[in-house]
């Protein structure tokens, strides 16, 4: 009955998607059973290796929550967009290289960072300013401002593409003429056609999860109490596939914002895909079930499913997943506070002896991250596929 209401659905909403052309593969469904014994993340064959970067602490470089990170070649970029609103760069022994601090009014200031990206053909740093519809565009060491450019939308979140790129509306109808969530761009980002029609009951409101991904040439998209994925290619936004969560689905889905709401203070119901990413072996589904995270995974070689629990890293180190913080076609981000890294480099508390298990893992650490202080800036952890 299950994959029955699936295949129907996923027909209704080709029909009312209006897509020029059918991808392939639009009927797949997969499915993922929370009845079974969830396996460990770490024996999945999708994490490879994992890199502790702790940040460096001083006066002028106390980051509290982080929003985004992202590496490239041989820097760690890391974003606060509330309330500091600032860009944090570091090499990958956690040396800060440059901090980025313009919030104001001024030509080269932002009212409102919302996003940082990095530009790969042109190897730049840009940061998103939504407010002032205005985009900041740094050399990537972050230390020269190139130039800053009026965007032709309030955009949120910003995506580059190969030949141009995608900026996400985040519900707001700036036109209520063409109230869309996604707009392509040229590479002088002149708009070259829309997506996805922003749903009323959403008007101005999101849900924090992270609604846009890449692989390859594809982006794909992602919407609360929606469970398509989006896939748009070219001029063409159609449903890629669908994903039902058995016991842990909603009972109906591409709800109101009030209804969702209603339905996140229920631990019964998985209410969003808190962010989807393709890699060459996996589709990662990163989902909220019970109170706690937890990746579902599909492998592309064998077609199999299977929900997986974040469990502490017992490889070169001893630490706990991590708090998540985003997902690459290339790696899983997390970070590591400074208190839960000391408890681990003393090996343990009154309560646990991690040493006593796993005492070359600690002592490695102890030898790498002696510096580590309990007020010291939280430690980032990369995950490589």
């Known amino acids: 009955m299950e994959k029955l ?12 998607s209006g897509c020029r052309t059918k991808p392939s593969g639009v009927s797949r469904c997969i499915h993922f059973d929370f009845t079974q014994e969830m396996k460990d993340v770490h024996t999945m064959g999708l994490l490879k290796d994992c890199t502790i970067v702790p940040l460096e602490t001083n006066d002028s470089v106390l980051i509290g929550e982080i929003d985004k990170v992202i590496f490239y ?17 570091f090499n990958l022994q956690g040396k800060l290289l440059h901090k980025i601090s313009r919030k104001g009014r001024g030509a080269e200031e932002y009212l409102q ?25 740094f050399d990537v060491d972050g230390y020269r401002l190139v130039k800053t450019i009026r965007l032709p939308k309030a955009f949120v979140k910003m995506v580059s593409l190969e030949n141009g790129y995608i900026g996400y509306m985040g519900n707001y109808s700036q036109d209520k003429n063409q109230p869309y969530n996604l707009w392509a761009m040229n590479s002088r980002y002149e708009i070259e056609s829309q997506y996805m029609k922003i749903d009323s009951r959403w008007e101005s409101k999101m849900a924090s999860i992270h609604s846009l991904s890449t692989y390859q040439d594809s982006l794909y998209y992602i919407a609360p109490t929606d469970f398509n994925i989006y896939r748009c290619q070219g001029k063409d936004m159609c449903v890629d596939h669908t994903v039902r969560f058995g016991k842990f689905h909603l009972p109906a889905e591409q709800l109101s914002y009030d209804e969702y709401k209603e339905y996140t203070r229920n631990p019964d119901y998985i209410t969003t895909i808190e962010k989807f990413q393709e890699t060459p072996d996996f589709y990662i589904y990163w989902v909220l079930a019970a109170g706690q995270n ?92």
Do not use: H, W
């Open 113 to 137: 960072l919302s996003d940082m990206f990095i530009d790969s053909r042109n190897r730049t740093l840009n940061l998103l300013s939504r407010i002032d519809e205005k985009l900041l565009v």
């Open 5 to 16: 209401s699936c295949m129907v659905m996923i027909a209704i909403i080709i029909l009312l």
């Open 294 to 385: 937890r990746l579902c995974l599909y492998n592309k070689n064998n077609r199999e499913s299977q929900v997986c629990e974040l469990t502490a890293y017992t490889g070169k180190y001893f630490i706990s997943f991590g708090r998540m913080i985003d997902i690459t076609s290339d790696y899983i981000i997390t970070s590591v506070s400074a208190s839960d890294m000391c408890t681990y480099l003393k090996g343990g508390n009154e309560y646990v002896n991690f040493e006593e298990k796993y005492p070359k893992q600690i002592q490695r650490m102890r030898e790498e991250f002696s510096g580590i202080q309990e007020d010291s800036n939280p430690c980032i952890v990369i995950y490589s596929f």
């Open 73 to 89: 070649e041989t820097r760690l970029y890391v974003a606060t967009f509330s309330p500091e609103q600032a860009v944090y760069i």
